[in-house]
Every structure is written in C-alpha cells, then in structure tokens.
C-alpha cells in the first residue's frame, strides 16, 4: 500500500519546497514531526487502538506495583489469608492483560511499519526514476540502491518502532510515576532528583550517535557503490589484473564501516551502565530515606516495598528509552539522507498547460542552441540544423564534438541552457514529456537490456505487442535466426546487461526493440557499431526500411553507415562546420573529406 497520496506538498514530486527547511538543518523532534506527518498519517486509527492497547499494558503495569501494598500490608498480616485468592486472581488477570495488550499492539505496529517500509521503498524509487538525467548521472547506482534499501529500512525503525516504543514505554513509566507519587511524593522526589541528569548526559550521547550513524551509512552507500562498480566491470578488471587494487578499495570501505559500526556500539553500549548508575543512585536514596520514614512511624514497609517495586518496574521502561534514542538517532541519520533524495526537484517536468504531440510526422529544428553540463565549458555553442519530415540527418565528429548532446536533448533528457529545440515548431519544453517521449525511438551504442525474456525486451516499449509482432520486428532487425537457435528461443533470459548475449546480439534485440515501437522520429546513437560486417549489412537495410518516411537522426562511427544520409552535419567543438550530402562534403575536401579518408585507409589496412 503507498502511502504517497497523503503526503504533504512539501514531499510531493516536483512540488514547491520553498521555505521547507533541509533535512540537515532540522532538530531530531522537527525531523520526526515531519516523518510522522507524511507517512503515519493514514495509519492513524490502527495506531489509535494501539495507543489504546499500550495504555491498557501501562495500566496493568501500575495496578502490579500498587497491590505489593496491599500484598504486604493486609494479606500477609494473619488472619487474613482469606483474601488470598481474590488478590491472586487479580494479579493472574493483570499479568493476562498486560501480554495480552503487548502482544496486539506489537503486532499492529509491526503491521504499520512494514507498509510504512514499502510506501516508502516505492515513493523513493518512483522518484528517482523520474529524476533528471543529470542527477541520476551524478550518483553512484550503489549509492542509490542503498538509500532505496539500507535507509529506507532504518527510516522503519524510526517511524514505526521507535516512535510506538516511545509511547508504548513512557505510558508505563507514567502509570508507575503516577503509582509512587502516590505512595509518597516527597520518596519520588528523591527517586527523581537524578533524572535532569540523565536526561542531559543520554541527549548528548544522542546526538553523537546520530552524527555517527549518518557517516555508517554514507560509507555503506560508497560500498554498495564499489560492488556493484566491480562485478558489472568484472571482466576488465580481471582483463588488467586489478583484483588488488579493487580489493584495496573495497576493504577500505569496510574497514572504516568497521571503525564506525564499533564507534557506534560503544555509544550505545555507554547508555547501560549510565542507566545503572543512575537507578542504583535512586534506589540507595529511596531505600535509605524510606527506612529513615518507616522508622519515625512516617511511612509502612507496604508503602515502601510497592514503591520500590513501581520503581524497580519503572526501571525496565527507562533502560528501554534510552536503547530506542539509540536506535531513533539511527533512523534519523537515514531519514536525513532519504529526504535529501525526495526533496531534490527534479527541473525537467511538464510546463503548465504543456501540449499533447500526437503520434505523426514530425519535424525538428534547433535554433541558436547552446549547452553546458553543470555550468561548465559550453558543450553546444550555437548549434542551428533542421531535421524536415521523414528526412534523415547524420552528425559525424571527434569525441566531444556534442553530438551526443544533440541527440539527448530531442527528448528532453536535458534542457537547453540557451536557444530552443522545436518539433512541428513547438518547443520541446512545451510539450508533455509522456507524448513527447511516444513519438521517438531510440538505440545507442549502450545496450540497455533487462534481465528478462528477449521476448519482453523486444516488446519493452509495447508490453501489449503481439507474437507476431515481436517475431516480425526481430526478423526486421535480423535477430530472428539468432534467437530460434537458442535453447529457449524468444524465452531465453539475457542476463543482466544482456551478458549471455553477444555484443551484436544485444544490438540487435535494442534494434528490433525500436522497430516494435514504431515511432515517427527515430534516434541511433553508433547504432550499428557492435555488429560485425555481415549483420551490418542486414542491419543497414533493415534501418532503411525503417527510415523510411520517419524523422531519423544518426550518430555513427562508420562513415559509411550514412553515405545516404539526407544531409550531413559535422561537429566541432560544438559548433556546425560542415553540412551537406556525402557526395557534397566529399567534393569540398574539408573536415568530412578527411575523417572518411582516415577511415577508408584504416579500413583498408586492416586485417
């Protein structure tokens, strides 16, 4: 169950947060009050009839303590056995209640806190799927699945246990306060003169832990990071003998987790024998000033006897608070860095009133664009190129030149710093991202494949395709000879990246993924590189049955992959510095002349 739809704006993607103060700089009970707010909010009534239930344990607590008076004062004087049966009952049914009512209200919580745990996990994941590009680009997937996973988790422990642990304790220490003071204010007095004390020393042990806990679990997200980094490039780091050196790095990591996972456990460990030598304070001070009362007649062993019993009971509930600051400090520490993520806006959202680009032939046109990563050196300065209807366009350039950068800002997956894109003379920008997006399709040199069937990677932009559908688009893309040759044919599993596959296999499945969706603009980034030279050549026609009438632009390596291009552009440092046909550039003898002329003389000499 998500609780997402209760949040407040505050928590909302893509909302305002203005004048919302940052995870950082908000006081533990601010940070709870807003965790509380956002997440138990829709638990409210089974978290009502567990305060109902703790209360009802916290009573019973009380009750016990309270008959130690009468235990001592009238049932054991003789004569008086007969009342040792109603009291024994009593006692028996207390105890009943008291487990009774502990058991329910644990359960309900631990319900609570599990749907908390998930809401979460879901809102958290459903967020960073829609963040920018340049955020997911800027964090470490390990990093991020430990907040999704580790923080998250200990958020739980926070919202749910710690907060009903709380209440749950605090009500019995109530009850049992309520039963001494009662018994003898001026004795609960004295019991309590330690506590100010106490209560300043586990604060302070508090706020260390939670400084503490904060680093353990950046460190845990730096390791996540560094596995997930060397098991997916397992093959290079074996390939360049640097099973040392990774192994250095992450035994690193885990050392100083180690350091700061024991750092942590000594501050937790302190909170016992502080505890201890605060109650024995108490207890000596109660015992020595009871007997003193009992002896001026001011006071009776029952009374003295229930009231270090209710103390004594009340003593269980205060070691448990100051295990669960321990513990809230804890899930404060991955509240913080959890809100950091949900509290990052994400900048490219759907503009108000954006419009709805229906499914058609589209044109594309930049006009005076120019973009920067991060405010940093301009990788696009100025650039103006048209793509017309059903028209294709090709940009050829040295690494960095900004091709890919044209390309990634069709869809959105950047926004221009200055100038406009514009599809059908609309801006990008003014166009809803959902439609925006079901108009394109793209293959890159990066083969993004799932660990599922070939079959539901064909069809992963069109689940509802059909058999021949898919069957249709991956003989198009000439994978279907492939694909019934293996052993489960269309229901073989790639693996993860698509790892059981050849590169030019896991080209050629993204290239029957694009054929399937069929949209109007199509976008190949080294489309073809993968491939060896006979299924690029099976691929090259069935990429021009399939440019056919659509908007394309091509990134390629091969020069030769768009000698039939519409035209041409070639990048430099940003910048256009050539457009025309193949046959144009050639005939000019400038930059374009050059690269095909390098190209054709290494092909030529290759083996």
């Known amino acids: ?111 609570v806190g599990q749907k908390v745990v998930a809401g979460i996990q879901k809102q958290v994941f459903s967020h960073i799927l829609r963040s920018d590009m340049a955020y997911l680009q800027s964090h470490a997937s390990g990093t991020l699945i430990s907040r999704l996973i580790n923080d998250v988790n200990q958020m739980r422990i926070a919202v749910s246990d710690c907060m009903t642990g709380f209440i749950r304790y605090a009500l019995t220490l109530v009850a049992l306060v309520t039963v001494m003071f009662i018994q003898d204010w001026v004795l609960a007095c004295v019991a309590f003169v330690v506590f100010p004390i106490a209560g300043w020393v586990l604060s302070s042990l508090g706020g260390r832990l939670r400084r503490v806990a904060k680093r353990t679990q950046a460190e845990m997200g730096l390791l996540s990071a560094l596995l997930t980094q060397t098991f997916q490039g397992a093959r290079h780091v074996k390939a360049y003998g640097m099973e040392a050196h990774e192994e250095q790095r992450v035994n690193g990591t885990i050392t100083r987790l180690r350091e700061l996972t024991v750092k942590s456990f000594r501050i937790s460990a302190s909170l016992l024998p502080m505890n201890e030598l605060f109650s024995g304070m108490a207890v000596v001070g109660v015992i020595v000033y009871g007997a003193y009362r009992i002896s001026a007649g001011e006071s009776t062993a029952g009374e003295l006897v229930s009231f270090i019993g209710a103390f004594m009971l009340a003593y269980q509930p205060v070691n448990a ?15 913080e860095r959890v809100l950091e993520v949900l509290d990052t806006k994400p900048t490219i959202v759907d503009a108000p009133g954006a419009t709805v680009l229906p499914r058609r032939h589209h044109g594309v046109r930049f006009e005076q664009v120019r973009f920067s990563y991060d405010g940093g050196k301009g990788a696009l300065n100025g650039i103006d190129l048209e793509i017309a209807p059903g028209r294709t366009v090709a940009l050829v350039g040295s690494s960095g030149a900004g091709k890919s950068t044209v390309l990634n800002l069709i869809p959105r997956f950047y926004d221009v710093t200055g100038g406009r894109v514009l599809i059908d003379g609309i801006d990008v920008r003014d166009i809803t991202l959902a439609s925006l997006r079901d108009n394109m399709a793209l293959v890159s040199q990066e083969t993004a494949l799932f660990d599922e069937s070939i079959r539901a990677n064909i069809a992963y932009g069109r689940p509802g395709a059909s058999e021949a559908e898919i069957i249709q688009a991956a003989r198009d893309a000439a994978a279907h000879d492939f694909i019934i040759g293996l052993p489960d044919g269309y229901d073989t599993k790639v693996g993860e990246n698509g790892l059981r596959l050849s590169g030019g296999q896991r080209q050629r499945v993204a290239i029957a993924r694009a054929m399937l969706k069929n949209a109007p603009i199509l976008l190949l980034d080294e489309a073809t590189s993968a491939l060896d030279s006979e299924s690029e050549r099976a691929i090259q026609e069935a990429l021009r049955r399939l440019q056919k009438g659509r908007t394309t632009l091509v990134i390629a390596h091969r020069l030769s992959t768009i000698i039939d291009a519409d035209c041409i552009h070639v990048l430099e440092q940003g910048r256009v510095v050539e457009s025309g046909s193949h046959a144009d550039l050639l005939a000019r003898g400038g930059a374009y002349a050059r690269f095909y002329a390098l190209q054709a003389g290494l092909e030529a000499v290759a083996p």
């Open 321 to 335: 608070l100051s295990k669960l600051n321990a513990q809230l400090q804890t899930g404060l520490a991955a509240a």
């Open 1 to 111: 169950m998500s609780v997402s739809p209760s949040l407040p704006p505050s928590l909302r993607r893509g909302t305002d947060t203005a004048g919302v103060h940052s995870p950082q700089e908000m006081g533990s009970w601010t940070l709870l009050r807003r965790l509380v707010t956002a997440y138990l909010g829709p638990y409210r009534w089974r978290l009502g009839l567990a305060l109902l239930l703790m209360a009802t344990e916290a009573a019973a607590n009380g009750s016990i303590a309270k008959a130690f008076e009468r235990l001592l004062d009238d049932i054991f004087q003789p004569g008086n056995l007969s009342q040792l049966a109603p009291f024994a009952t009593f006692v028996f049914l207390a105890f009943l209640l008291r487990g009774a009512s502990a058991y329910l209200h644990q359960i309900i919580v631990n319900t």
